[in-house]
Nanobody
Framework: QVQLVESGGGLVQPGGSLRLSCTAS????????MGWYRQAPGKQRELVAS???????NYEDSVKGRFSVSRDHARNTVHLQMNSVKPEDTAVYYC???????????????WGQGTQVTVSS
């Protein structure tokens, strides 16, 4: 089965930087999307950034210009570089993997356990 393990969360001051990483173990196919979602208390989970197997990226409007998502295909790893962070970035960040071909597994979507990011002075 696919396992997603996140790292890099923690406490950071406003204006600072943080780098999240997520590594997928197991077969993920050649057509897939890896991304980051976040969920703050009292709010719905939202897509922060995603990157396809072809390295096309997508960002939520509030993080454009501040966050950058990238992949290390050889290591099945996705990174989220968070710069100029704001208190409203505080949330649990979840790594997500979508696999186009569901023939290997009985699902298309996989989630990490989440990592807490807190932006505070």
């Amino acid at each position: 089965q696919v396992q997603l393990v996140e790292s890099g969360g923690g406490l950071v001051q406003p204006g600072g930087s943080l780098r999240l990483s997520c590594t997928a173990s197991g077969y993920i196919g050649s057509i897939n999307v890896m991304g980051w979602y976040r969920q703050a208390p009292g709010k719905q989970r939202e897509l922060v950034a995603s990157i396809t197997s072809g390295d096309n990226t997508n960002y939520e409007d509030s993080v454009k210009g501040r966050f950058s998502v990238s992949r290390d295909h050889a290591r099945n790893t996705v990174h989220l570089q968070m710069n100029s962070v704001k208190p409203e970035d505080t949330a649990v960040y979840y790594c997500n993997l979508f696999i186009r071909d569901s023939s290997v597994y009985q699902r298309n979507t996989f989630w990490g356990q989440g990592t807490q990011v807190t932006v505070s002075s």
